[in-house]
């Protein structure tokens, strides 16, 4: 099957007074029709500013898709579109679903009215009264009770979990071919994030829609997704099929990864494993792995030279020297909770 989105090479930097932040660095990627991705990392390594690429969403920030970069969407690059075409794509080809529906949603309108907005900008043809009835069957899909009701709503009407499911609505109502979701329920507490999560889940199957679900905790992808990326300082370090990511990892930063899931049952913050050292500066060059400081395997060339992809599989590969076939052999931790997902 032709990919859906194909991504080449695609940098992005901020161009602020102390110099250059390389956000994301040589990222490449594909989606197939239906397909699920989850792009997985800690803070900061480049998983919204790449996803925010693909519709060229950076509003007033001084963010740069740099030369040589491909975003093709439908074989057509977003990198390169005009203004007008790339209105299109947004909500009818690509719909967002963002971490904060609070400050996504528009405040001053009720929510019937920002779901028919969105609807009739990209369906010129369809009629007000229409529209508003389709807007109450995305309620009802997306599981908000007494949708004729609740259309006359405001945001701040509604509790965090319905505003989430009402960001939703707007993002399926033109039936986009793929669904980003950008940590979508970080913001929700825990009863109130599975049953997003199931929902999404469940529209994923009913719409039959590509999805790119972003994420910092690999505990919850396992159910969702088909493909894992694992991301840092902006760039991919291990990509693969989620048994691939999740019984065979192997790169060390996915290691720590996966033992930073906390345990089912876990009670007390303190026992959660967090990854030691400090986060890579997104202004140096990459002219080293930027993991080996942090990293427990790191040899002397890790610090004189970026490894690049090594592939394993079709579908899996990592960036990393201990793939080398003159590397030392080196066991992965057998503490992984990766597997009690499986
Ligand atoms: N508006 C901005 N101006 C300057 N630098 C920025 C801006 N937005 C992001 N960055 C830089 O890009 C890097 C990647 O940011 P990004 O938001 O993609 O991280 P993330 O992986 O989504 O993290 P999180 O899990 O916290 O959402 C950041 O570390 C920061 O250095
Ligand atoms: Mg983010």
Redesign the pocket.
């Known amino acids: 099957m032709d990919n859906i989105l194909e991504v080449k090479n695609l940098s992005v930097s ?1 161009m ?1 007074y102390i110099g250059e ?1 390389r ?1 994301v660095r040589d990222v490449s990627f594909s989606l197939k029709p239906g397909e699920t991705l989850a792009i997985v ?10 996803v925010k690429a693909l519709m060229r969403l950076f509003g007033n ?3 740069v898709i740099k030369e040589g970069s491909q975003i093709l969407f439908r074989g057509q690059d977003i990198a390169k579109m005009k203004k007008t075409d790339l209105y299109n794509i947004r909500g009818s080809g690509i719909g967002m679903i963002f971490q904060d529906p609070m400050t996504s949603l528009n405040p001053t309108m009720n929510v019937g009215d920002q779901i028919v907005e969105g609807i009739r900008t990209h369906d010129q043809k369809i009629s007000r009264r229409d529209a508003i009835a389709r807007a109450v069957k995305l309620l009802e899909l997306v599981g908000i009770p007494s949708p004729e009701e609740r259309i006359k709503n405001y945001p701040h009407q509604l509790s965090g979990g319905m505003r989430q499911r009402v960001m939703i609505a707007i993002a399926i109502a033109c039936s986009p071919d793929i669904i980003i979701a950008d ?1 979508p329920t970080t913001a929700l507490d825990v009863t109130i994030q599975a049953q997003v999560l199931e929902l999404l889940r469940e529209l994923k199957d009913k719409l039959n829609t590509a999805f790119i679900l ?1 994420t ?1 905790d690999l505990g919850i992808v396992f159910d969702f997704s088909d493909r894992i990326q694992v ?1 840092y300082a ?1 760039r991919i370090v291990e990509r693969g099929t989620k048994h691939e990511i999740y019984k065979n990892p192997v790169h060390p930063y996915t290691w720590a990864l996966l033992n930073s899931i906390p345990r089912r049952g876990l009670q007390s913050k303190d026992e959660l494993y967090s990854i030691k050292g400090t986060p890579p500066d ?1 202004m140096l060059p990459l002219e080293s792995c930027p993991f080996a400081p942090r990293c427990d395997y790191a040899m002397p060339i890790c610090k004189a030279r970026a490894p690049q992809e090594i592939a394993l599989s079709d579908t899996h590969g990592a960036a990393c020297w201990l793939l080398h076939s003159m590397a030392p052999k080196v066991e992965r931790p057998g503490t992984l909770r990766g597997a009690d997902n499986e």
Do not use: D, R, W, Y
């Not at 990392?41 to 790449?50: A, L, M, P, Q, R």
């Open positions: 901020f602020s932040i956000a990392g800690e803070s900061g390594c480049g998983k919204t500013v790449t920030s001084a963010a940590e972003v910092h991301m902006g997104l």
